[in-house]
């Protein structure tokens, strides 16, 4: 790498040029050793401390000159702008991802780890805190589209952010983007759309599970720094020059620029199918959740299993707790997960009408013609009712087969239920629609109306909120 070349050009330019050694010694074959340069030069800004910085760096091939006379152009342009907040540092590294490496370790004095393979010079000048980084590989003066790559090292993946900056701006430049070299389909709703797009997220599903990263970015994940990839690509289309890829890296650099703080709106865990459409982590976890759940049944049916052998051990488990006449027909603990599915069941579909309830309760009193406190009363009185007539079968399950408890459980429950939807449900009325006179029903007079909205706003009217609450969660939790 010409080094003294490159420190001319850029201090030439007004700005401040370092360089850094670094030594790779080879953990097989102990004789060989690689040894390279990196050169960086920094452009101070003028608004602000120099506490922030965004980096440009290049990895430096013989088929990588026009990024560097890229890179220099941007350099002595961005030299005449007074707008900038943030240290701008171009960076140009040696032998590939060994450079970045080194530069990285070094950057952030991470020398310890793996100080035997790769020794890395000390840093002479340092800029801020690294918030985002564009690596830049370009291998022609003409090119039809920017190939985005945003895979790092073990399938880490910058914030989305900074994948849709790139996608965004380009179309504005006149430049087209790609992903992992394949262009949006024209018709994506069509049937060869679609495989189209699932051939390119395979791609970089694929490339994640290799662990390698798709460009010298990927070692900027490591130190919590947004870094993504743009290589230029030749192909059958319109081509572009110097003047396109300048403003759009320079439309990027300002966007960085007004950077308040860190990404962290967007996503970190997603995959791409097409450049302008992402698949969130909330899609995709289905199915590896799907795939934990057997080893999960497995150890819950180990431990009923456990019960069930530890039960029929101990002879305490056939006494009945009101003499042993009846220790035939109490319910066992179930040895098998078929007893637990009416519960479970029974279970996720309360839960279920618990979650759509209040969206119902809201839009279906319109066409039933009644009024939305109404509705709520009815509602409350549903859904605690449907608890109380919870399957017998289930609640002996849990209730050790004691029938008195089963029944003192559930009327304690309608009680509740009774209680705490009649004195909400006319408080809510009263509130919402003060001149209805239907919230009468629930109360003969206005002095039992007032005398309800004063004790639910002093909160003794809690009291029969909770105690439904609290019977069903008796019920639910630990019946005896």
């Known amino acids: 790498m010409p080094v003294l070349w490159l420190k001319e050009k850029f201090t030439e330019l007004g700005l401040d040029v370092y360089s850094q050694n670094f030594t790779l010694h080879h953990p097989i074959d102990k004789v060989q050793?690689?040894?390279?340069?990196?050169?960086?030069?920094?452009?101070?800004?003028?608004?602000?401390?120099?506490n922030e910085a965004v980096v440009l760096s290049l990895p430096y091939q013989r088929s990588s000159l026009p990024g560097v006379a890229l890179a220099l152009a941007l350099a002595k342009s961005f030299r005449r702008r007074d707008y900038w907040?943030?240290?701008?540092?171009?960076?140009?590294?040696?032998?590939?991802?060994?450079?970045?490496?080194?530069?990285?370790?070094?950057?952030?004095?991470?020398?310890?780890?793996?100080?035997?393979?790769?020794?890395?010079?000390?840093?002479?000048?340092?800029?801020?805190?690294?918030?985002?980084?564009?690596?830049?590989?370009?291998?022609?003066?003409?090119?039809?589209?920017f190939d985005v790559r945003p895979e790092g090292l073990n399938g880490q993946l910058p914030n989305l952010d900074l994948v849709n900056l790139a996608v965004k701006l380009s179309p504005r430049e006149g430049l087209a983007t790609?992903?992992?070299?394949?262009?949006?389909?024209?018709?994506?709703?069509?049937?060869?759309?679609?495989?189209?797009?699932?051939?390119?997220?395979?791609?970089?599903?694929?490339?994640?599970?290799?662990?390698?990263?798709?460009?010298?970015?990927?070692?900027?994940?490591?130190?919590?720094?947004?870094?993504?990839?743009?290589?230029?690509?030749?192909?059958?289309?319109?081509?572009?020059?110097?003047?396109q890829m300048g403003r759009l890296l320079e439309g990027m650099f300002r966007s960085l620029n007004?950077?308040?703080?860190?990404?962290?709106?967007?996503?970190?865990?997603?995959?791409?199918?097409?450049?302008?459409?992402?698949?969130?982590?909330?899609?995709?976890?289905?199915?590896?959740g799907l795939i934990a759940a057997p080893a999960l049944i497995k150890v819950l049916a180990l431990w009923i299993k456990l019960s069930a052998d530890e039960c029929a051990s101990d002879t305490g488990c056939q006494e009945s707790a009101t003499g042993g006449s009846t220790a035939q027909d109490i319910t066992k603990i179930p040895a098998s997960l078929s007893s637990l599915i009416p519960l479970f069941l029974m279970s996720h579909l309360f839960g279920l009408a618990i979650y759509t309830m209040p969206n119902w309760q809201l839009w279906h009193p319109l066409y039933l013609n009644m009024a939305p406190p109404e509705m709520l009363v009815y509602g409350g009185l549903a859904v605690f009712f449907s608890w109380a007539f919870f399957p017998k079968t289930c609640w002996k399950v849990w209730c050790h087969g004691r029938e008195s408890v089963y029944s003192a459980n559930r009327l304690t429950a309608m009680r509740g239920a009774v209680r705490a939807c009649t004195r909400v449900g006319s408080y809510v009325?009263?509130?919402?629609?003060?001149?209805?006179?239907?919230?009468?029903?629930?109360?003969?007079?206005?002095?039992?109306?007032?005398?309800?909205?004063?004790?639910?706003?002093?909160?003794?009217?809690?009291?029969?909120?909770f105690s439904g609450f609290s019977a069903v969660t008796t019920l639910l939790v630990h019946p005896g």
Request: hydrophobic content about 35%; overall charge positive; proline content about 2%.
């Open 33 to 50: 050793h690689v040894h390279g340069e990196n050169v960086y030069a920094i452009l101070r800004t003028s608004r602000a401390a120099s």
């Open 85 to 145: 907040a943030k240290d701008i540092i171009f960076l140009i590294t040696d032998h590939g991802q060994l450079g970045i490496q080194a530069w990285l370790d070094s950057y952030h004095h991470h020398y310890s780890a793996h100080e035997s393979v790769l020794y890395v010079g000390e840093l002479k000048g340092r800029a801020g805190s690294i918030q985002a980084a564009i690596n830049l590989e370009v291998f022609s003066e003409k090119i039809t589209a």
């Open 178 to 243: 790609t992903l992992h070299g394949k262009a949006n389909h024209r018709a994506a709703h069509s049937f060869d759309g679609y495989k189209h797009s699932l051939s390119v997220m395979a791609s970089m599903m694929l490339t994640q599970a290799t662990g390698r990263p798709s460009g010298n970015h990927g070692f900027f994940h490591r130190y919590n720094i947004e870094a993504i990839s743009l290589v230029g690509v030749q192909g059958r289309g319109t081509t572009y020059g110097f003047k």
């Open 258 to 288: 007004n950077l308040l703080e860190r990404f962290h709106q967007s996503f970190f865990f997603y995959l791409l199918p097409t450049t302008n459409r992402y698949v969130s982590i909330g899609m995709y976890m289905g199915p590896f």
């Open 429 to 465: 009325c009263h509130e919402l629609f003060p001149g209805c006179h239907r919230c009468y029903t629930y109360n003969s007079s206005s002095d039992m109306l007032s005398s309800t909205k004063k004790q639910v706003l002093d909160g003794s009217a809690d009291r029969g909120i």
